[in-house]
């Protein structure tokens, strides 16, 4: 019913800089918070950045400063710029989204399929 297509990870160097996309689509009627979670082997998923609907925007402190996450509320996408990289910021990325959908008005969550962002010192 809802689909988040999610596009930009790729390899760079330590300070390099990439930019991920996620845009969902399908029986939407809102949107409510988007968000960046990241995940590493035999970890679990954490977040990176969340930015709701009404305009709050949360970061992990391990991030504060060198990544900006915005919205496009009304085309249902969310991007991470992602700057300063670190090899510690290697993981693949998760988009995830509350959307509610337009034949239940039920909110559900979604996860986009991921996306590697590895980053070589």
């Known amino acids: 019913q809802v689909k988040l297509a999610e596009s930009g990870g790729g390899s760079v160097q330590t300070g390099g800089s990439l930019r991920l996309s996620c845009v969902a689509s399908?029986?939407?009627?809102?949107?409510?918070?988007m968000a960046w979670y990241r995940q590493t082997p035999g970890n679990e998923r954490e977040l990176v950045a969340r930015?709701?609907?009404?305009?709050?925007?949360t970061y992990a402190d391990s991030v504060k400063g060198r990544f900006t996450i915005s919205r496009d509320v009304v085309g249902h996408a969310v991007y991470l710029d992602m700057d300063s990289l670190k090899p510690e910021d290697t993981a693949v990325y998760y988009c995830?989204?509350?959307?509610?959908?337009?034949?239940?008005?039920?909110?559900?969550?979604?996860w986009g399929q991921g996306t590697q962002v590895t980053v070589s010192s």
């Open positions: 995830h989204a509350e959307v509610t959908l337009s034949v239940t008005y039920t909110p559900y969550i979604y």
């Open positions: 399908g029986a939407i009627f809102n949107v409510g918070s």
């Open positions: 930015a709701r609907d009404d305009g709050r925007i």
